[in-house]
């Protein structure tokens, strides 16, 4: 089953499966990430929209992702945002023009997305020569013991829902052709990051 049947089919329920981690962790972390944007952005792997709600009334952004099921529940998060677009697309080929972009944002997404370094080099394609790639995403940690624990439920991980956790996505996102501004530890040590990179 590929990644995108694996979204649709849990679309209905994803939101009640991330409830504990959103509500104890995740909901600061985009509010802090995404609350004082401007200009043009785009949103990679929108899901079922639970970033838009954080976004200033004053940017204009389009969100994709390539589960049709992810985004009919973005779409009525979305209701009444005028400032929001949806489309239904793949990370790994961008329908838009180079320096198109403000802000990239992805949050919770190359872990599976399935080749990550094609899609990062899309969105540094898009991105304007002054833009800025903001990620918030989990990834595979240089201590051993964790690193241990992430390859063995990997395979679980990946068969359920089509997630990797134990991606090195800060050396994915430098492969792609980023400069790393910032990277700071979130949760669990250095499993969760913020990452924030100029094309």
């Not at 898009?126 to 240089?142: C, D, F, N, T």
Request: aromatic share 8%; net charge positive; with cysteine.
């Amino acid at each position: 089953m590929s990644v995108v049947s694996k979204y649709n089919r849990i679309s209905g329920i994803y939101d009640i499966i991330e409830t504990p981690m959103e509500y104890s962790l995740y909901d600061g972390w985009r509010e802090e990430a995404l609350s004082s944007l401007s200009g043009k952005v785009l949103e990679v792997g929108v899901g079922t929209g639970r970033n838009l709600k954080y976004y200033p009334a004053g940017c204009s952004v389009i969100g994709i992702d390539n589960s049709v099921g992810m985004l009919e529940k973005a779409r009525k998060k979305a209701k009444g945002m005028k400032n929001i677009t949806l489309l239904l697309m793949d990370a790994e080929n961008l329908e838009f023009p180079d320096n198109s972009f403000d802000y990239v944002i992805i949050t919770f997404v190359l872990c599976s997305i399935p080749d990550p370094v094609k899609a990062l080099k899309e969105m540094r394609r898009v991105l304007k020569p002054s833009g800025e790639l903001i990620a918030l995403e989990h990834m595979r940690s240089i201590n051993p013991l964790i690193a241990r624990v992430e390859d063995l439920v990997n395979p679980i991980t990946f068969f359920l829902i089509g997630v990797n956790v134990n991606r090195n996505t800060v050396r994915n996102i430098e492969k792609a052709g980023f400069v790393i501004e910032e990277t700071r530890n979130l949760a669990f040590q250095d499993v969760f990051k913020k990452i924030r990179a100029k094309p």
